[in-house]
């Protein structure tokens, strides 16, 4: 399972799941800040005993700044696959108040399951609101849960 949450910003632009998304603000952070593919490096790192995202590439190593995070699935699938993983599905939740995500997922998927080397058939990404409560709900960030199963 992987979590990650990320504050909405003026002058950054919004990339969610691999693409970027047209919106008046976007997520702060060392990389490109994907919620969304952070919270499924943090599941599919942590299903292979390997720690998080933050423990193997952090946000203290310069080489990383405004790092595409597709980069970083990329070597995620790398680091599991030394161990003879390989990804079998991802499962993943995205929680935003705006913008709305929904007309974006055969875009995020088609991204996505390439880099994590399955079909887009198993590649789940789903979109919700928290109801405009909490930060989410008062847009000051987006979150992302990601489950992720991953086989030898």
């Given amino acids: 399972m992987g979590f ?12 969610l799941g691999g693409i970027r998304i047209e919106h008046e603000r976007g997520l ?18 942590g299903a292979a005993g390997k720690r998080d995202i933050g423990h193997n590439f952090p946000d203290t190593d310069p080489t990383l ?14 680091l599991i696959a030394a161990d003879g993983w390989h990804v079998g599905n991802v499962d993943v939740t995205v929680c935003a108040e705006q913008p709305k995500l929904n007309p974006h997922i055969p875009a995020m ?5 390439p880099i994590l080397g399955i079909g887009e058939e198993d590649l789940s990404i789903k979109a919700t609101t928290t109801e ?10 987006m979150a992302a849960y990601a489950v992720a199963l991953i086989e030898r």
């Fill in 132 to 141: 405009k409560l909490g930060y989410t709900g008062r847009g000051e960030g």
């Fill in 4 to 15: 990650d949450v990320h504050r909405l910003v003026e002058g950054r632009e919004l990339w």
């Fill in 28 to 45: 702060l952070g060392h990389s490109d800040a994907d919620v969304l593919i952070h919270a499924i490096c943090d599941a599919l790192l």
């Fill in 109 to 113: 998927t088609a991204c996505l399951a």
């Fill in 65 to 78: 700044l405004g790092i595409d995070s597709k980069v970083l699935l990329g070597r995620t699938v790398e």
